[in-house]
């Protein structure tokens, strides 16, 4: 960390008390943008936290369609993310003209969406998700009824293995750096690291290779398919020393630090989101400074998104 950096770390801390303000920063933020959070987690952690809490101001260290799910669960609450162009390549897949249309092609389905989506594909939507309950959110609608999941591949494939449901449609979206985490990555180092443990994120292109090999040989038998949150409590409760981890690397931080006896080792070691390194610590002091940038999803929107998000809380 640099003296500017530390300058900024010690006013940012300053700040944060005098404003009132949460800091929520999502597992893969740069190390010195985790180390100011007052809560670091995935997407469902970080949106229960949300939900919650008493401060005067959240303020969203991850993507916009985090802060934005943030403003739809505290509709009172000033919400700031320190960069707009914060996006989610995957968010950007699908767009509501796009849902409309998928919609008026299956007029009974239920609508289950990732929660990287905009607010305004979570309010044409009938559930929200996240890769920690998606499992249980699609379990919950009853076999016979349609559902379309959206927006990404990988773990909608995944879904519909591990619920054996037959009657999913799944949007072909993908996350660009999940989806460069392929089979190959994975494969050839199975046989190199026997005994360590492999963490996997059900968006990598990965998945159902993985998911292959854990049915049908024993390549794969220290794999696990879980969220960033997910990936946390598994290393810290597993005995094993060695941990292969496939999903963006702003990870690899919090695992190391939470447990220093322990050896992380990314898959790929490039699969970094432009978009979560956004946030240095400089734009998260200019952002309490001057009170920048405001995520306010409209009222009309969050009263239909927060039913979908609602209904994943209740069940999750
Ligand atoms: P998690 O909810 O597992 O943290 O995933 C969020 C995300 O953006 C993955 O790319
Ligand atoms: Fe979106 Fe992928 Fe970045 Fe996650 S890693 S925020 S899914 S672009």
Not at 95 to 107: D, G, S, T, V
Not at 145 to 174: C, H, Q
Not at 246 to 258: D, F, H, S, V, W
Not at 301 to 308: D, G
Request: with cysteine; net charge negative; aromatic share 8%.
């Amino acid at each position: 960390m640099t003296m500017l950096d530390l300058d900024y770390k010690r006013r940012v801390l300053e700040l944060k008390k005098q404003r009132n303000a949460l800091v929520l920063a999502h597992n893969y933020q740069l190390p010195e943008v985790q180390d100011i959070a007052d809560f670091i987690g995935d997407s469902l952690a970080l949106s229960k936290k949300a939900a919650t809490t008493e401060s005067d101001m959240i303020l969203f260290c991850g993507v916009h369609f985090m802060a934005e799910t943030a403003s739809i669960l505290c509709p009172d609450k000033r919400v700031l993310i320190p960069d707009l162009e914060a996006g989610c390549s995957l968010a950007s897949t699908i767009n509501a003209q796009e849902l409309l249309a998928w919609k008026a092609e299956h007029p009974d389905a239920l609508v289950v969406s990732y929660v990287n989506t905009t607010a305004e594909i979570k309010a044409l939507s009938d559930y929200c998700c996240t890769s920690s309950n998606a499992t249980k959110v699609v379990n919950s609608i009853p076999k016979d009824k349609e559902v379309l999941f959206l927006p990404d591949l990988f773990l909608g494939s995944y879904i519909a293995e591990t619920t054996k449901r037959k009657n999913m449609y799944i949007w072909p979206g993908e996350c660009h750096v999940h989806a460069g985490i392929k089979a190959d990555d994975l494969n050839k180092m199975f046989a190199s690291f026997k005994d360590a443990d492999f963490l996997v994120h059900p968006e990598c292109s990965c998945t159902s290779s993985v998911l292959y090999h854990i049915s049908r040989d024993d390549l794969a038998k220290n794999a696990h398919i879980l969220s960033t949150e997910g990936m946390m409590n598994h290393a810290r409760a597993s005995d094993t020393k060695q941990f292969l981890v496939a999903t963006e690397t702003g990870i690899l931080y919090r695992m190391q630090k939470e447990n220093p006896e322990k050896q992380f080792i990314p898959i790929k070691s490039d699969a970094s989101c432009r978009y979560m390194k956004k946030i240095t610590l400089e734009k998260v002091y200019n952002s309490l400074t001057e009170d920048i940038y405001e995520v306010k999803v409209p009222e009309h929107t969050a009263e239909k998104a927060r039913l979908a998000i609602d209904r994943m809380l209740a069940i999750s």
